[in-house]
Nanobody, 122 residues
């Protein structure tokens, strides 16, 4: 069992930055692929970014490439999502997730946080 807790969400203006954090329980954190997903109002949950257990491999949704950066600190059992140049369309609840495969599909992730709200105003 893995517990995930997101933090760092908030209200910002377009063009500004936020850094989300996801703290994980347990001692096997480094064996998990960690992903970020989001659900915008009225839309389905969608993939944002992922990072493999070692951090060697990352993947991003086209909509955030060049703006968002995923990273992890396995010594702290924490994964981060640095979000720069935020746009109103980035407004969503952001969820972190842990899984065993480095793929951008929700079904590959077994554990989910409760989410943190990110609101970007124009």
């Amino acid at each position: 069992q893995v517990q995930l807790v997101e933090s760092g969400g908030g209200l910002v203006q377009a063009g500004e930055s936020l850094r989300l954090s996801c703290a994980a329980s347990g001692r096997t954190f480094s064996t998990y692929t960690m992903g970020w997903f989001r659900r915008a109002p009225g839309k389905e949950r969608e993939f944002v970014a992922l990072i493999s257990g070692t951090g060697r491999f990352t993947s991003y949704a086209d909509s955030v490439k060049g703006r968002f950066t995923i990273s992890r600190d396995n010594a702290k059992n924490t994964v981060y999502l640095q979000m720069n140049s935020l746009k109103p369309e980035d407004t969503a609840v952001y969820y972190c997730a842990a899984g065993r495969l480095s793929v951008p599909t929700m079904t590959a992730y077994d554990y989910w946080g409760q989410g943190t709200q990110v609101t970007v105003s124009s």
